[in-house]
């Protein structure tokens, strides 16, 4: 079994510290085809796995007909809902119990297109895949609702956790000398992530060792040991590479317990790979909103109400909750507001997180409104955003840790030409095309979980990081590396990063946009551990040319440990390790009590998400913030949009990696332009069924629709956010793109799309 640890090659003193632009250090790796994802692993005796989905949307399978299936050449196995293993119930990510019964990842009662009704196991992938083609299954068709337009979708299910209210919004709206009313909607949203999901899996008596893309190593090693009801430690999770998650590959799902269930029945290790239409139908995408927005304010542009309601979808035998509120209710100041959700159950997998789950649609609603109330006003755009700046979180009745806003519209507004702007609609052309400029706030809350680390000091002098926290592409490797290396006073070519590993010290779910900061930290704490450590031998042990001076008169740089005052003896730490006999340090560290908790939490902590800090858990209210500066280009005669500039202001805190945090702020960004323009979910009303369920025909952003994106960091380091400062960068930068691209298109064309995507046909 390969390990993956990695090493930066390149990269000067001041790359390496803290804060360095240093690169990727598994990036060569990846480069050179050295990274090995989940499914590239390839146990002996290994066979593959198929699934079979529901044709239907609602309804029952009343027969399936396996002879010609199990007669096929290569296979293994027919697995049905007769013949299943029955698991046992596991508790939620919340660590609340499961439902009571056995779990059956293979159902008779099916709740939509694709849901898991068989599986079949041959010899090799297209053995399996020929032989499934072969059952013959019979149904019980049941009438489906296909999303939140079929008219017998109703109005769903009241939210009261979601519903938010202070002053007298209803009447404070009535009453306002200005009014706007209008409804804001997106499409299902899926998470196309260039790595499609899967699993191998082997048991090895009751020892089960996983290969799977994995943003929660512990999360979903928990989940697998309680379906079979073995000790935790029977469970190997190995993940250290993922081809993408934006919160996809966060939870264990119904495939995994197929796999495992075959290759427990087999007593062979497994693969089963989904295919890319199996992806939009099983992994709960972004659900469908609609949203409507009162909007009543004075001639001055002073908003005296605020009142949505919303709805999302949800599945009928699930429940997702898609909160439409979070950045509505935070983003401008109003003395009256309210707020109300439902859930609409439909025919559809469970929706799920996908990049910014809530804060995207919410920002899209409140920022296009607020857009429509400067025009209705003849207000500029971002003077009415600052005329209703919030000075505090008025819900929670906190003042904020950090809230650069104010700082993110003048930097990106200036270096955007912002003031050069003409006001009235289709004032702006460049011969037959049409430009509009949009402007358009966002936000994303600082959450907190305790992190772990063991950092080491090897007898040759370098440095290990040992973690089971992953990376997904957000540079965990790189920037625990840093946070190390600064810590220790050693080159970053010393330090190796271990991660995605359930061997290894624990780690809460890669969501959130938590990991960076609570892993760094816990790093830190680790690695100032290990560095008093040696210190303290370096002046107490008899062996040690430093023995009796005093510990603030050593220092470490570069790798060596000497006397700042330079009067002394200056070795190498492999040269003092050898000289004490010592062929390692270390230190196991977490930051369990930084976070509240005692280590009678520590398992419950990584395991599950009970222990995770909300933003207003504590003094302050903490929050990352962006802006986002949009130009378009509308082609008079055709209705094409394209974006043609984009400049950004973005407050993340302290960046431990600028580089990679810009990457993570323009990947968001480019998202974002996608949801704009281009991603939508179509359903065929007839069948409930996914009609584009391909990366052919479900378009995202590609390097043609993506101009020159120019980011600019406002933040300051917030420690009320984490032990060294950071806050939230991977979900920010998709926040509150999409509601500035609409409102560059209102500017261009004098057309005002309230439901996304914007497309040709909708201002032709």
Known sequence: MSVHQFRSKHGDASDGALGGRLMRIDGEAKIRGEATYALENHPENLCHVVLVGSTKASGRVTKIDTAAAKAAPGVLLVLTPDNQLELNSASTWLGTPGPDGPYRALVRDVAFVGQHIAAVAAETFEQATAAAALLAIDYEEAPAIYGLDDPNAGHGIE??????????????????????????????????????????????????????????????????AEWYGIPYDKVRMISPFIGGG?????????????????????????????????????????????????????PEGKLTSIVQSGANETSVDGMWVEPLSVVTSIMY????????????????????????????????????????LAFELGIDPVEIRLINYAEED?????????????????????????A????????????????????????????????????????????????????????????????????????????????????????????????????????HKAALSARDELIGLAINDPASPFRNLQANTLSIENGEI?????????LSIAALLRQLGRDKIESLRDTL????????????NFSTISTMRAPTDGDYSMHSWCVHFVEVRVDEDFGTVRVSR???????????????????????????????????????????????????????????????????SVGVPDTHASVLGGKGVGELGIVGVAPAIANAVFHATGKRVRDLPITLEKLI
């Open 562 to 570: 000497a006397s700042p005052r330079g009067d002394g003896p200056r």
């Open 420 to 523: 050069k702007r003409s006001p009235a609609p289709r004032s702006m052309r460049d011969g037959r095309q049409l430009i509009g400029w949009g402007v358009a706030a966002g936000t994303y809350p600082v959450r907190r979980t305790a992190g772990e680390a063991l950092v080491r000091i090897l007898a040759d002098g370098s440095v290990e990081v040992l973690s089971s926290g992953i990376d997904m592409g957000q540079g965990t490797y790189t920037i625990l590396a840093q946070t190390a290396a600064e810590a220790l006073g050693v080159p970053i070519s010393q330090v190796a990063v271990r991660l995605g590993d359930s061997e290894l010290p624990g780690a809460p779910v890669a969501g959130g946009s938590q990991l960076a900061n609570l892993l760094t930290g816990a790093v």
């Open 646 to 712: 984009m400049v950004s202001a973005l407050d993340s805190g302290r960046l431990y990696n600028p580089r990679l945090a810009e990457s993570q702020w323009k990947g968001g960004i480019i998202m974002g332009i996608g949801m704009a323009l281009l991603e939508e979910g179509l359903i065929d009303p007839r069948h409930a069924r996914i009609i584009n369920d391909n990366l052919g025909d479900y378009l995202i952003a590609t390097n043609a629709d993506v101009p020159d994106l120019q980011v600019i």
């Open 333 to 372: 100041a109003t003395p009256n507001f309210s707020s109300r959700q439902n859930a609409v159950p439909v025919n559809s997998v469970t929706p799920g997180a996908l990049r910014a789950p809530g804060e995207n649609p919410s920002a899209f609603g409140i920022e296009c409104a607020i857009d429509e």
């Open 159 to 224: 939210l009261p956790p979601r519903s938010i209210e202070w002053g007298e919004a209803a009447k404070a709206f009535e009453a306002a000398p200005v009014k706007i009313e209008a409804t804001y909607t997106t499409p299902r949203e899926y998470h196309t992530t260039i790595e499609p999901h899967g699993i191998v899996a082997r048991w090895t008596g009751d020892e089960l060792t996983i290969w799977e893309p994995s943003q929660w190593i512990n999360g979903m090693a928990r989940t697998y």
């Open 246 to 298: 934006f919160g996809s590959k966060a939870l264990v799902l119904a495939y995994g317990a197929i796999a495992t269930m075959v290759a427990k029945l087999l007593d062979r290790p497994v693969k089963l790979a989904m295919t890319r239409p199996q992806t939009f139908a099983l992994i709960g995408g972004r659900a469908a909103t609609r949203q409507t927005l009162k909007l009543g304010a004075t």
């Open 394 to 418: 008025q819900e929670a009745h906190k003042p904020w840790s950090t809230r650069p806003l104010r700082e993110a519209y003048a930097k990106a507004g200036e270096v955007f030409g912002w």
């Open 593 to 604: 009590a930084e976070n509240g908790l005692k280590p009678e939490d520590h398992f419950r």
